[in-house]
């Protein structure tokens, strides 16, 4: 079974402060892959990104960035010189490659507070 | 490209009613997938469908059900509400081709039983 652990429930920052969110996942699947989610107050998640196994290149974009190690299971997320805007809650999750379902498991979730 | 759209918004039922959700994927999506959100168990899957096939089905009781048709809307009904169902249930549209696993949301139903 897939787990995916968010082991920070709630952060502070200051605004222009950097933050990372941490990610571990644990699967069996030599093929996965992995996501994050942004939740606003809205409710809707937004899909940020994308990462499959077999690419552990890491990717910028813009303020964010993404560290993706296999060797310890994490994908973790960093936001740079952090906004008000960025204030939501943050979730990683995994898709299992070939099971022919698009079934995600997530984790529990971070939820970032940047105070102006 | 319109994003994907839920009906309603929000919802308040009583225990014992039956609700069906509705969601209408990204144009030229092919898999719907439906979730439920709580603050205790968090982000839950509840079922996928493709071509009008559920594929997968999570870890909840009969009471919970869907369809999709043709056109890759699909519906999720709950029977018999219980105090327990309420949540925010968000869909999920995919492209479902190899290689495209990115799953984009829609605004989600507030279900709320009374």
């Known amino acids: 079974a897939q787990k995916v652990t968010q082991a920070q429930t709630e952060i502070s920052v200051v605004e222009k402060e950097d933050v990372t969110l941490d990610c571990v996942y644990e699967t069996r699947d030599t093929t996965y892959y992995l996501f994050w989610y942004k939740q606003p107050p809205s409710g809707e998640l937004v899909f940020l990104i994308r990462r499959n196994s077999f690419d552990e290149q890491n990717e910028i974009s813009g303020r964010y960035s993404w560290n993706f190690q296999k060797s310890t299971s994490s994908f973790n997320f960093t936001i740079t010189a952090s906004q008000v805007v960025d204030s939501a809650v943050y979730f990683c999750a995994l898709i299992r490659g070939g099971a022919g379902s698009y079934q995600l498991t997530f984790g529990k979730g971070t939820k970032l507070s940047v105070i102006p | 490209k319109a994003g994907v759209t839920q009906t309603p918004r929000y919802l308040i039922k009583t225990r014992g009613q039956q609700v069906t959700l509705s969601c209408s994927p990204i144009?030229?999506?092919?898999?719907v997938s439906w979730y439920q959100q709580t603050p205790g168990q968090g982000l839950q899957f509840l079922f996928e469908?493709?071509?009008?096939?559920?594929?997968n089905k999570g870890n909840f009781p009969g009471r919970f059900s869907g369809r999709q048709f043709s056109n890759s809307r699909s519906e999720m009904n709950v029977s018999t509400l219980e105090l327990g169902d309420s949540a925010l249930y968000l869909c999920?549209?995919?492209?479902?081709?190899?290689?495209?696993?990115?799953?984009?949301f829609g605004p989600g139903t507030r279900l709320t039983v009374t």
């Open positions: 469908y493709f071509s009008e096939t559920q594929r």
């Open positions: 144009s030229g999506h092919r898999s």
């Open positions: 999920a549209s995919s492209l479902a081709f190899t290689g495209s696993y990115e799953q984009y």
